[in-house]
């Protein structure tokens, strides 16, 4: 008779992943798969050191595939690599997540925003403990997709206007979220 045992996916650890970097159209699935993986490795912090080689086999990719999507996060700025040394001599990377990257906004995002204004989303006004047992407090805006957006604001238009008017307020948001 065979024993079948269940183990808890989060045993060996949990990182989290933003959805700016999901959604990110420039982004090869190898270089979400890269920032997933170093950032499991950071937990709840920013800071993580897998070697490459551990990194590359437990992806199942190759040096220069790793190295090539790797620069991507780079450039994007979405990672920034330490290099730690002792005694002069290097001895690993230290990966830091970046907490925030510098974006242009797109010619219309202002216009978008005079049109139809969003709350001010302060979450600085509320101290720790009023934060403490509420999960995703000020970063998930579902309200953006509220039927009075959709059905009230929106009624002339199309579904793709609806769709690319959505996109530009959450763009917005985001924009707002990360310059406070």
């Known amino acids: 008779m065979t ?16 959805k700016l970097v999901m959604k990110d159209k420039d ?14 490795y950071a937990g709840a912090g920013k800071k993580a050191y897998p070697s490459v080689d551990l990194i590359c086999s437990d992806l199942n990719i190759g040096k ?3 190295q090539k ?4 996060l780079i450039e994007k700025g979405y990672l920034v690599i330490e290099k730690v040394t002792n005694k002069g001599r290097f001895t690993n990377n230290l990966y830091v ?4 990257i510098s974006t242009t ?3 219309n995002e202002e216009a978008t925003a005079i049109q139809t204004p969003l709350p001010d989303f302060t979450a600085e006004a509320e101290s720790i403990t009023d934060l403490q ?3 995703n407090h000020a970063s998930n805006n579902n309200n953006l997709n ?24 959450e763009k917005t948001v985001q924009k707002n979220w990360q310059e406070r």
Request: glycine letters at 4%; hydrophobic letters at 30%.
């Open 69 to 72: 999507h790797r620069k991507c």
């Open 97 to 100: 997540i970046s907490q925030t």
């Open 64 to 66: 220069n595939r790793f």
């Open 105 to 107: 906004p797109e010619p």
């Open 27 to 40: 982004l090869t699935i190898e270089a979400k798969a890269i920032y997933a993986y170093i950032a499991s």
């Open 146 to 169: 509220s039927n009075c957006l959709n059905n009230n604001n929106l009624n002339n238009k199309t579904d793709e206007d609806d769709d690319d008017q959505i996109n530009k307020q």
């Open 133 to 135: 047992g509420q999960e």
């Open 3 to 18: 024993q079948i045992y269940e183990t808890d996916v989060l045993v060996a650890g949990y990182g989290i992943i933003p």
